[in-house]
């Protein structure tokens, strides 16, 4: 069965957090950017996956058209690795991180698609899940406020709506201080720094934070990949340290459980070559004894894809959830957290019907 088109599709969908908005670096974020990718087949089968993903769709999306398609096209679908690794090593200059990664990520996710609708079965069934599951646990993951009251009510609501894990993008102690205050001692904290920090500047905030009880502090250094500086921060901060959305390669990962000794470790499918990556990075946190707490942050195939992996562990991991609300969305309801878990689409594949209308009004470009 041969791989007729890859297309991609940007799309740009307004979205309320319920305040006022920033990133990392203080640029706002107005829409949720998302870059989803249609696989079709010379048999009539489709299917979709995604790449990463916000700011960077656009990169992604050209390298989709101009550095992956071309490669994957006329190519069978079906042996999935193999087609993923040949294409990985035919740009091998390009494609250990970054834009290139992130498009073959997408292509790897709907080759996946392709199979389980093949096959019959939903995804996470085709991937060695024993039992039917219905629903997956999720965590609140809060984008930043920078201000200790909205962080407070925010956490509060979170709470209120079901979670019983929240996750802030804060660097302030006060804000910490606040969430666990309106959470109370029953609910997990997590906290993703974003990279902020030296390793001593990232040691006294971990020791800061600890009082507070958190489950994990994330990606507390800068570089990312400055892991002896994270191994210092696990060694000597008094809380367990989380990292790994910035790796692309399968070489990061085990920098990060050899060399960082990450208590959790964190691919994204839809930068470690999708689910074919994803698979290799758990198989590696297995025989380590490293928790997989994947990383899923966005609104397409991407989260769909990691619902579905976290549903064939046994470990079952949280799903990362934006605590956001999107004007809408090309895959429905089946993005929405109910009761602070995720609905599993039991259908072939990835299980989800597109809305190509939703794509079609939200669209960024042709």
């Known amino acids: 069965m041969k791989i007729t088109s890859v297309e991609p599709f940007h799309i740009s969908v ?4 319920g305040g006022p908005l920033q990133k990392a670096d203080s640029i706002p974020w107005r829409n949720m950017e998302t870059l989803l990718v249609k696989v079709t087949t010379d048999a009539g089968v489709t299917g979709w996956g995604e790449g990463f993903g916000f700011t960077i ?6 390298a989709v058209t101009h ?3 071309p490669l994957a096209v006329g190519r069978d679908s079906r042996n999935i690795a193999a087609l993923v690794n040949d294409i990985a090593r035919k740009q091998h200059n390009c494609s250990r991180n970054g834009p290139v990664a992130f498009a073959l990520s997408a292509l790897d996710i709907a080759l996946w698609d392709i199979a389980g609708k093949l096959a019959g079965q939903p995804l996470y069934r085709l991937l060695g899940g024993a039992e039917t599951v219905e629903r997956m646990p ?6 930043r406020y920078g201000k200790a009251e909205l962080v407070e009510r925010k956490s ?3 709470v209120e709506q079901g979670y019983s894990r929240v996750k802030l993008h804060e660097i302030g102690t006060a804000e ?4 666990r205050k309106a959470m109370g001692p ?3 904290l997590m906290v993703d720094t ?3 920090w030296t390793a001593d500047q990232a040691i006294a905030m971990a020791k800061e934070f600890a009082p507070h009880d958190l489950l994990w502090i994330e990606e507390p250094v800068w570089p990312p990949e400055d892991y002896a500086a994270m191994a210092r921060v696990r060694r000597d901060g008094g809380v367990a340290v989380a990292a790994g959305e910035n790796g692309g390669t399968f070489a990061d990962f085990v920098q990060l459980i050899e060399t960082a000794h990450v208590d959790y470790v964190q691919p994204s499918v839809t930068k470690i070559h999708g689910i074919t990556g994803m698979l290799r990075v758990v198989e590696l946190a297995r025989s380590h004894g490293t928790t997989v707490a994947p990383h899923s942050p966005y609104f397409g195939p991407g989260l769909i894809a990691t619902m579905h992996l976290a549903a064939s562990m046994p470990e079952a991991p949280p799903i990362e959830r934006f605590y956001l609300e999107l004007e809408a969305s090309p895959l429905g309801d089946w993005t929405n957290a109910r009761d602070g878990h995720m609905p599993i689409p039991q259908g072939p594949g990835l299980g989800v019907d597109i809305d190509e209308a939703i794509i079609a009004k939200y669209r960024v470009g042709t």
């Open 194 to 196: 974003n990279c902020p």
């Open 14 to 17: 307004p979205y309320d957090y």
């Open 57 to 62: 769709c656009g990169t992604t999306g050209y």
């Open 176 to 179: 910490v201080a606040v969430a």
């Open 138 to 143: 999720a965590y609140a993951s809060l984008l």
């Open 67 to 69: 550095a992956i398609a």
């Open 186 to 188: 029953g609910i997990k």
């Open 156 to 158: 509060a609501e979170a």
